[in-house]
């Protein structure tokens, strides 16, 4: 059942409209991933083995831009099924044209600019 849902997922993201070369929706802006809560930033398997059928090779939580398009369809696909065990992960959405990082207190982050926050 749950090969199944993945496979729904897939399909659903590689014959979406408003898709580009690679078969992953276009953003407006640019979108971030981020652990919105205390614990820190991890996938669930269920988001590794999604993200590994749609081209990407994640290894560990620091090898992923959190701006990876795959890692951002597989946040939005699976919503809270994407979680690692403390993660809670939310997606930011900023202008493309800004410099950014991701800031973090006791696992909690955020995207700033000099000027700016997002949270």
Same mark, same amino acid.
Do not use: C
């Given at each position: 059942?749950?090969?199944?849902?993945?496979?729904?997922?897939?399909?659903?993201?590689?014959?979406?409209?408003?898709?580009?070369?690679?078969?992953?929706?276009?953003?407006?802006?640019?979108?971030?991933?981020?652990?919105?809560?205390?614990?820190?930033?991890?996938? $669930?398997?269920?988001?590794? %083995?999604?993200?590994?059928?749609? *081209? &990407?090779?994640?290894?560990?939580?620091? #090898?992923?831009?959190?701006?990876?398009?795959?890692?951002?369809?597989?946040?939005?696909?699976?919503?809270?099924?994407?979680?690692?065990?403390?993660?809670?992960?939310?997606?930011?959405?900023?202008? $493309?044209?800004?410099?950014? %990082?991701?800031?973090?207190?006791? *696992? &909690?982050?955020?995207?700033?600019?000099? #000027?700016?926050?997002?949270?």
């Amino acid at each position: 059942m749950e090969t199944e849902k993945l496979e729904n997922v897939v399909r659903s993201v590689m014959t979406s409209n408003d898709t580009n070369k690679s078969g992953l929706k276009e953003a407006t802006g640019r979108k971030i991933v981020i652990n919105s809560g205390h614990g820190g930033f991890g996938l $669930s398997k269920k988001a590794i %083995e999604l993200a590994k059928q749609l *081209g &990407a090779d994640f290894n560990t939580s620091d #090898d992923i831009k959190r701006d990876d398009p795959v890692l951002v369809q597989v946040v939005q696909d699976l919503g809270k099924a994407a979680n690692g065990s403390f993660a809670n992960l939310k997606i930011v959405e900023i202008p $493309s044209n800004v410099k950014w %990082e991701i800031q973090e207190y006791d *696992g &909690a982050e955020w995207v700033s600019e000099k #000027d700016k926050t997002w949270r």
